[in-house]
């Protein structure tokens, strides 16, 4: 007779109505993991239905989970997945989260720079897990201007001023045209990108868009502009690297060890003058094979098979199974 497969409850605070990065991690690792454990997702734990394993996105976010979970069943597995804000904000800051790690029997972190924010004692415990996409095809694009794109929801540490502060840099003869894709998290900051909008027409705010089309308009931009002030591991540069479209981004740790330290591609958090410099050379470069645009473009290839889906689902399954001894 054939043993029932593990339950695994994945706890995380943003569920399908966020679209965010969170969700679509819970969503996509509860459809990897469907083949050995019984999946669901959850906003908090206890939540009804018993559970073999828990998996929670967030220290301190779900500390009350985390803390719950290992009262009821400390010899049970518990494995926490940490975020940007967790690892480069929470934990050195937050006395949840600090317990939340304390409490994990296993830590994901979801890239290599990711590990030395932690307590040195509890750096063992951690993995580097990477996220992963499916890959779109590169197409061709024009040579008359640049298409340029931000996806990010308009909240503080996504810090969309920066791309505000470009485009103000711009002139619209440039041939430098930026389309923002980000729901309005924020109203004083939604102000802000209608008036930027208004005032400059070569950038335009899209507001929150369907996940098939901020794939498909990621896939068509020459450059995606990721400006966050920390990061702990950007959806949206995978899906970039995926498509074969290059990124500038803020140097931060979390943008680091998805894209690599000696990547071309970056300017300093806050540099908006900078990062307007990078645009005006990757449009200055469009149709040079050694340029600034070529080359971003050729090592975003080379990063690409890190955000595999079989390495993700490899990885993640090996770590839950020596928790769990699953075969």
Not at 207 to 229: M, N
Not at 280 to 288: A, I, N, P, S
Request: aromatic share 4%.
């Amino acid at each position: 007779m054939r043993a029932q497969k593990p339950k695994l409850c994945i706890v995380t605070p943003a569920l399908a109505d966020a679209n965010n990065g969170n969700w679509q991690t819970a969503q996509r690792w509860a459809h990897m993991l469907s083949g050995q454990y019984q999946t669901r997702i959850s906003a908090a734990w206890p939540d009804g239905q018993d559970a073999d394993v828990l998996l929670a996105l967030h220290a301190r976010r779900s500390a009350p989970s985390i803390g719950a979970w290992a009262q009821a069943h400390p010899a049970r597995p518990l494995v926490l997945a940490l975020t940007g804000t967790d690892l480069y904000h929470d934990i050195h800051h937050d006395a949840d989260a600090q317990r939340s790690l304390q409490l994990a029997h296993a830590l994901i972190v979801l890239q290599d720079l990711g590990i030395p924010e932690l307590p040195q004692a509890l750096q063992s415990k951690a993995h580097v897990i990477y996220q992963s996409s499916t890959a779109l095809p590169s197409v061709n694009k024009t040579n008359a201007h640049l298409r340029v794109l931000m996806v990010g929801h308009l909240r503080d540490e996504k810090c969309p001023q920066l791309l505000w502060q470009a485009a103000q840099a711009l002139s619209e003869g440039e041939g430098i045209y930026i389309d923002h894709i980000g729901k309005a998290l924020d109203p004083a900051l939604a102000k802000q990108a209608q008036h930027v909008a208004s005032q400059y027409p070569h950038y335009r705010w899209l507001g929150e868009q369907p996940h098939a089309h901020t794939r498909r308009s990621i896939q068509r931009a020459h450059v995606l502009v990721h400006p966050s002030r920390l990061e702990g591991g950007a959806h949206v540069i995978m899906e970039a690297a995926l498509s074969g479209t290059p990124v500038l981004a803020s140097r931060v740790s979390g943008n680091l060890g998805m894209l690599g330290t000696d990547y071309a591609g970056y300017f300093d958090a806050g540099n908006a003058t900078l990062l307007a410099d990078l645009l005006r050379q990757c449009q200055r470069t469009q149709t040079q094979s050694d340029g600034l645009l070529a080359q971003l473009t050729q090592a975003c290839t080379t990063r690409a098979p890190l955000f595999q889906p079989e390495r993700e689902q490899a990885r993640l399954s090996a770590l839950l199974n020596s928790l769990t001894h699953v075969a």
